[in-house]
């Protein structure tokens, strides 16, 4: 099996797909830089991944593809540029979210089935799995705390502490972009209907159940009481997590290996709670949580699982996960619209203001 640490690195790309049939935005670099010899570079074998950065559900599918070793063409699909409204995305995937996979002929738009289906035909002795044998206890744990961390409504949270950053502490998210955010969810039903698709009658019912389901959304998770209540019920959960753990701790008592949630094997249960540990502490629900001192084996669980590869090149360092979603975003839409003389100065400026003070904060913070 692959340890974490000899995982292949994925080829990220930054620019925008706006055909399926070709690789558009594709560098003549990156074309010759490429061996037309390695298997993965075959049409049978080819792994394409359309994600956005920030999306949950994303990250948890990058993270399954790093831990495993895959070699894997990453494509930003910009959110925040509404390229997942564009007609050609959502032909690829029906009108359903990031992520998508493309590999051979086949298309994934489902989460789930994405995991599932790359567990099930990217096997071998030098590719990690992350679901234990059926039949097993440790199968049965994955099983079990898979469902659990599934289904935790993550976007209710996300939208919840960005509408009300008073039930959060030291949140990542910057006051400015809580109120831009506001605004955007705000007018997002307007926005679609703006939208004009003459000639795409396939793609009406699906952006009219969109804009549905948003507003259901919207109104939900902008109420204190309901983001209070399941904020409550997350406790509960991380309580039997933490249960979970110091039973690891007991079972494997004298055993010189490394625990993790449902053994002493790396599986798809720890890559959840990982990534789940690191969206709260992103929304500022650490402190609540488990950096108050009242969870230690949650904590202890998190510093392990953040020095791991996968996490590090998936996630990085969460002081710049914002910082990470912005740059790119903001030189992709220089190119989609050159802005004028001062536009353009202006954006520059921002950039080497964010970029003084990262330096500055990360200075301070680890120098």
Known sequence: MATPNNATPTNCSW????ALENDAGKSAEVEDSQDPTDPALRAKDRLVLYHWTQSFSSQKVRLVIAEKGLPCEERDVSMPLTEHKEPWFMRLNLGEEVPVIIHGDNIISDYNQIIDYMEKNFTGENVTQLIPEAGSILHTRVVQYRELLDS???????????????????SM???YATAEIRRHLANASTELMKLDYEGEPQLTEPYLSKQKKLMAKILEHDNVSYLKKILGELGMVLDQIEAELEKRKLEYQGQKCELWLCGCIFTLADILLGA???????????KKYWEDGSRPNLQSFFDRIQKRFAFRKVLGDIHTTLLS???PNAFRLVKRKPPSFFGA?????SLGGMGYFA?????????
Do not use: N, Q
């Open 152 to 170: 935790l409504p993550m976007d209710a949270y996300t939208h919840g502490c960005i509408l009300h950053p008073e039930l959060t502490t030291d």
């Open 345 to 349: 100065s202006f954006l520059m400026g």
């Open 173 to 175: 998210i910057p006051k």
């Open 359 to 367: 330096y500055w904060y990360l200075k301070k913070k680890y120098i």
């Open 15 to 18: 620019w925008p797909i706006s």
């Open 276 to 286: 789940t540990l690191h969206r709260l502490k992103f929304l500022g629900l650490s």
């Open 325 to 327: 979603a912005v740059v």
